[in-house]
T-cell receptor, first 113, second 117 residues
């Protein structure tokens, strides 16, 4: 049981480049989300999805796009990378019911030069 | 605005000692409170989830308490081990998806715990 798998684990980009962070889960969870974690701050929600074909914005969505074509996959796209997007990105999934824990991936550490 | 405040920010204790981490919140309405452990370089892992009616919940050497009246929670670690060195994150969920993040979760900044041999 792999849980939530994120790739790549590390990435360095130049300003203006685009890339896609991959996230896959094998638990048949309806709910998936993307967070960023910056030093001295709590996890902040970027985008989330309550099922295939349904996505919505979180607290800090600017500069990021998502899509949910399958239950298993929820990729995060950086359209034009900026140094302010240097962060650690976590993908999470859970059962749709609010009393269920979120399962997190191990993160993608992204540096924008 | 919904907020979750954790204290202390960081804590250093000797192996074998006990410690207590605090979480105060202003999230309303309240659905549940979660404690996560995050090892360096890894994603958060759920330790406990408590709803309004639960006062105490244990997971091995970890015991979480919740006082919904005062909006306070604590995480007590008994007989600490080197493997307990990590950040501990308190997360509060609101019933309505209107507070904190759009998914109803408000995250604390975490307590960084270091266990020294």
């Amino acid at each position: 049981n792999a849980g939530v798998t994120q790739t790549p684990k590390f990435q360095v980009l130049k300003t203006g480049q685009s890339m896609t962070l991959q996230c896959a889960q094998d638990m048949n969870h309806e709910y998936m989300s993307w967070y960023r974690q910056d030093p001295g701050m709590g996890l902040r929600l970027i985008h989330y999805s309550v099922g295939a074909g349904i996505t919505d914005q979180g607290e800090v969505p600017n500069g990021y796009n998502v899509s949910r074509s399958t239950t298993e996959d929820f990729p995060l796209r950086l359209l034009s990378a900026a140094p302010s997007q240097t962060s650690v990105y976590f993908c999470a999934s859970s059962n749709i019911y609010s009393n269920q824990p979120q399962h997190f991936g191990d993160g993608t550490r992204l540096s924008i030069l | 605005k919904n907020q979750v405040e954790q204290s202390p920010q960081s804590l250093i204790i000797l192996e074998g000692k006990n410690c207590t981490l605090q979480c105060n919140y202003t999230v309303s309405p309240f659905s549940n409170l979660r404690w996560y452990k995050q090892d360096t370089g890894r994603g958060p892992v759920s330790l406990t989830i408590m709803t309004f009616s639960e006062n105490t919940k244990s997971n091995g050497r970890y015991t979480a308490t919740l006082d919904a009246d005062t909006k306070q929670s604590s995480l007590h670690i008994t007989a600490s081990q080197l493997s307990d060195s990590a950040s501990y994150i308190c997360v509060v969920s609101s019933v309505l998806y209107s507070g904190g993040g759009a998914d109803g979760l408000t995250f604390g900044k975490g307590t960084h715990l270091i266990i020294q041999p």
